[in-house]
């Protein structure tokens, strides 16, 4: 069955350290993943998505496929960047998106 | 320029009530979704409509039902309200089949006692 495990609820750091949202995935298919973002009374929004291997707003995440997991890294973390965090996975057999349990960051000063 | 509209941003409702959750999208998307978003769980979907009186149970429908007469609007209906349904509800639009093109509403907050 597809799953996405995110170990840490909370996570804390200080402004400049390095941070890394951990996530896990099981699926038996080819995985499409995704973190998710939500700041503070704003709406769910994408940050970034494996495919297009891009950086957003610092970030990036690494798909490993032996070890089934898609880590979301900033190598400096900003206050800016306190919200909750949300790994997805995507399966086309549903056309849905499975969301782990969520990390929330805080970036203290 | 808000896409997806939820009709509550908070709601308070009594045990045993038939509650309504309506959700509106103006982009002509296909398909949505409704999650709801409790701490340490995640978003966990409830149903899901690909078209118009189209519906999927998701992975927690049990106590919940849902209406698609049109193309932009998805109910989600409590029939009986209870205490353990208290959570944030969020509705989801997107168009086709493909990964991208999420796009989530605002919440509603719904408070059962």
């Known amino acids: 069955a597809q799953r996405v495990t995110q170990p840490e609820k909370l996570l804390s750091v200080f402004k400049g350290a390095p941070v890394e949202l951990k996530c896990n995935y099981s699926?038996?298919?080819?995985?499409?993943l995704f973190w998710y973002v939500q700041y503070s009374r704003q709406r769910l929004q994408l940050l970034l998505r494996?495919?297009s291997r891009e950086s957003i707003k610092g970030f990036t995440a690494d798909l490993n496929k032996g070890e089934t997991s898609f880590h979301l890294k900033k190598p400096f973390a900003q206050e800016e960047d306190s919200a909750m965090y949300y790994c997805?996975?995507?399966?086309?057999?549903?056309?849905?998106?499975?969301f782990g349990e969520g990390t929330q960051l805080t970036v203290n000063p | 320029d808000v896409k997806v509209t939820q009709s509550s941003r908070y709601l308070v409702k009594r045990t045993g009530e038939k509650v309504f959750l309506e959700c509106v999208q103006d982009?002509?998307?296909?398909?949505m979704f409704w999650y709801r978003q409790d701490p340490g769980l995640g978003l966990r979907l409830i149903y899901f409509?690909?078209?118009?009186?189209?519906?999927e149970k998701g992975d927690i429908p049990e106590g919940y039902s849902v209406s698609r007469e049109k193309k932009e609007r998805f109910s989600l209906i409590l029939e009986s309200a209870s205490t353990n349904q208290t959570s944030m509800y969020l509705c989801?639009?997107?168009?086709?089949?493909?990964?991208?093109?999420?796009?989530f509403g605002s919440g509603t907050r719904l408070t059962v006692v």
């Open positions: 982009m002509d998307h296909e398909n």
């Open positions: 989801a639009s997107k168009q086709g089949t493909l990964s991208m093109g999420y796009t």
């Open positions: 699926y038996s298919g080819s995985p499409e």
């Open positions: 494996h495919i």
């Open positions: 409509s690909y078209d118009v009186k189209m519906k």
């Open positions: 997805a996975l995507f399966f086309t057999s549903g056309s849905r998106l499975t």
